[in-house]
């Protein structure tokens, strides 16, 4: 059974910047592509970002661009969500999800993570003055 556990949520001053981590146990860490989707009171879940199996591919949702990264230390079976610039609406639970095909696929889709096939159980970020 996969056990995701991510950390690292809090409250921040807009333009402050976090960093989520992700924590992967239970099956090879390679075999998952992973991803972070985020859930704000009120609206639907938005897929954040995803990384490969390998780190060779990332990509981001459009409102996160240029503020976010996210990267994997394999020796550590841990994702990490560099988030600066933080703005009010990115406020929101942020999960951790992972999705079993990592050894079939080069590429992922953010948009898609939400609908991986394992998440965590969410951390708070709340960006307020």
């Known amino acids: 059974q996969l056990q995701i556990v991510e950390s690292g949520g809090g409250l921040v001053q807009p333009g402050g910047s976090l960093r989520l981590s992700c924590v992967v146990s239970?099956?090879?860490?390679?075999?998952?592509?992973i991803g972070w989707f985020r859930q704000a009171p009120g609206k639907e879940r938005e897929g954040v970002s995803c990384?490969?199996?390998?780190?060779?591919?990332?990509q981001y949702t459009d409102s996160v661009k240029g503020r976010f990264t996210i990267s994997r230390d394999d020796a550590k079976n841990t994702v990490y969500l560099e988030m600066n610039s933080l703005k009010p609406e990115d406020t929101a639970v942020y999960y951790c999800a992972a999705d079993s095909q990592g050894l079939t696929y080069n590429f992922c889709s953010a948009e898609a993570a939400p609908s991986y096939d394992y998440r965590g159980q969410g951390t708070q970020v709340t960006v307020s003055s």
């Open positions: 990384i490969t199996n390998t780190g060779r591919y990332t």
């Open positions: 239970g099956s090879p860490f390679d075999f998952y592509i």
